[in-house]
């Protein structure tokens, strides 16, 4: 098994796209360690193999210790690493980015900034879950009333789909068990959509916190972008799998969301969307195999970091 000391950072060249990647891998009672670049997990099953670098995020579940050197390869991976609650309804905390440049995070501070381009932001974010629908001139209340009625649709459209009865959303915090069966399956697969919206806004170096539609959390950009596929990904896996049966449906729900994910080449289409929501197509230089940091001048030029500049101009 390596050590850090061994082995050295990898560069930006070498760190796998997050639209390549597995969305998730949720781990429960087990404990995490480190084999050269993979992750292990060890429970009463054995042991399984995981390479680090095939992962969006790794989903920490009640039971799970996980090692520095584990901790370390997934940090060098550039690997998402999110600790959850028992079936991964409840987040708790998270772990690095995989992108070294800042310039997707700046285009995003600078639509925020502004209250007419949030709004543009928003409106993008809401033709994307109505196609077809015109949303410019739409008031935030006018565009909050088109999604509440898109869900119930949605609820109604899935229930006769998979004949699985729907009265309303229900959901206690503090009792994920109270709610019927379909009811945990929306619970844990937006709960799973959240992760894994996280994990490519964080890999893509956005600030998770700002939001367009949502503010005020900590998550809200996170939550405006799970929220464009909950409709298409989010809630027919949970309904599929509330009509296979009412047992343990928290589990079965993340396999078929797993699947759907990987069908319709979601952190594909999520990276696309949030670089065009942003206004952002970033090509990466094929020449480009270390980090760059850059200096600001007043005339915002940008030059290069790492020189002492005290006997010569920056301008």
Same mark, same amino acid.
Not at 87 to 96: D, E, N, Q
């Given at each position: 098994?390596?050590?850090?000391?061994?082995?050295?950072?990898?560069?930006?060249? +070498?760190? !796998? *796209?997050?639209?390549? %990647? #597995?969305? /998730?891998?949720?781990?429960?009672?087990?404990?995490?360690? $480190?084999?050269?670049?993979?992750?292990?997990?060890?429970?009463?099953?054995?042991?399984?193999?995981?390479?680090?670098?095939?992962?969006?995020?790794?989903?920490l579940g009640p039971g799970t210790r996980v090692t520095h050197q584990a901790m370390s390869v997934l940090g060098e991976c550039g690997a998402g690493v999110a600790w959850v609650g028992e079936h991964g309804v409840r987040y708790?905390?998270?772990?690095?980015?995989?992108?070294?440049?800042?310039?997707?995070?700046?285009?995003?501070?600078?639509?925020?900034?502004?209250?007419?381009?949030?709004? +543009?932001? !928003? *409106?993008?974010?809401? %033709? #994307?879950? /109505?196609?077809?629908?015109?949303?410019?001139?739409?008031? $935030?209340?006018?565009?909050?009333?088109?999604?509440?009625?898109?869900?119930?649709?949605?609820?109604?459209?899935?229930?006769?789909?998979?004949?699985?009865?729907?009265?309303?959303?229900?959901?206690?915090?503090?009792?994920?068990?109270?709610?019927?069966?379909?009811?945990?399956?929306?619970?844990?697969?937006?709960?799973?959509?959240?992760?894994?919206?996280?994990?490519?806004?964080?890999?893509?170096?956005?600030?998770?916190?700002?939001?367009?539609?949502?503010?005020?959390?900590?998550?809200?950009?996170?939550?405006?972008?799970?929220?464009?596929?909950?409709?298409?990904?989010?809630?027919?896996?949970?309904?599929?799998?509330?009509?296979?049966?009412?047992?343990?449906?928290?589990?079965?729900?993340?396999?078929?969301?797993?699947?759907?994910?990987?069908?319709?080449?979601?952190?594909?289409?999520?990276?696309?969307?949030?670089?065009?929501?942003?206004?952002?197509?970033?090509?990466?230089?094929?020449?480009?195999?270390?980090?760059?940091?850059?200096?600001?001048?007043?005339?915002?030029?940008?030059?290069?970091?790492?020189?002492?500049?005290?006997?010569?101009?920056?301008?």
């Amino acid at each position: 098994m390596g050590t850090v000391s061994q082995r050295g950072s990898s560069s930006p060249r +070498e760190l !796998a *796209r997050v639209r390549d %990647r #597995l969305s /998730f891998i949720y781990l429960e009672r087990c404990a995490v360690h $480190r084999d050269d670049n993979a992750i292990t997990a060890t429970d009463t099953d054995g042991i399984t193999h995981i390479p680090a670098a095939t992962i969006g995020t790794l989903l920490l579940g009640p039971g799970t210790r996980v090692t520095h050197q584990a901790m370390s390869v997934l940090g060098e991976c550039g690997a998402g690493v999110a600790w959850v609650g028992e079936h991964g309804v409840r987040y708790y905390a998270g772990g690095r980015a995989l992108t070294r440049s800042s310039a997707l995070a700046e285009a995003q501070a600078t639509a925020w900034a502004n209250r007419r381009t949030r709004l +543009e932001v !928003a *409106r993008a974010m809401y %033709r #994307l879950r /109505f196609p077809g629908e015109d949303t410019a001139g739409r008031t $935030r209340q006018e565009l909050l009333s088109m999604e509440g009625r898109r869900l119930k649709e949605c609820y109604r459209r899935e229930s006769a789909r998979t004949g699985v009865p729907w009265r309303r959303r229900e959901y206690n915090q503090g009792d994920f068990s109270s709610g019927d069966a379909p009811n945990q399956g929306v619970t844990a697969a937006a709960q799973c959509m959240y992760g894994i919206a996280h994990a490519v806004v964080t890999a893509l170096g956005c600030s998770p916190a700002l939001g367009f539609v949502h503010s005020g959390h900590e998550r809200s950009f996170v939550l405006d972008i799970a929220d464009l596929y909950k409709t298409d990904v989010a809630i027919p896996a949970a309904f599929d799998a509330a009509a296979d049966s009412t047992e343990d449906v928290a589990t079965r729900t993340r396999r078929a969301l797993r699947d759907r994910v990987n069908k319709t080449k979601l952190l594909d289409r999520c990276v696309r969307d949030i670089q065009n929501l942003l206004h952002h197509n970033e090509v990466p230089d094929a020449n480009h195999t270390h980090d760059r940091v850059t200096l600001q001048t007043d005339g915002d030029h940008h030059i290069e970091g790492g020189r002492n500049y005290a006997e010569e101009p920056i301008w």
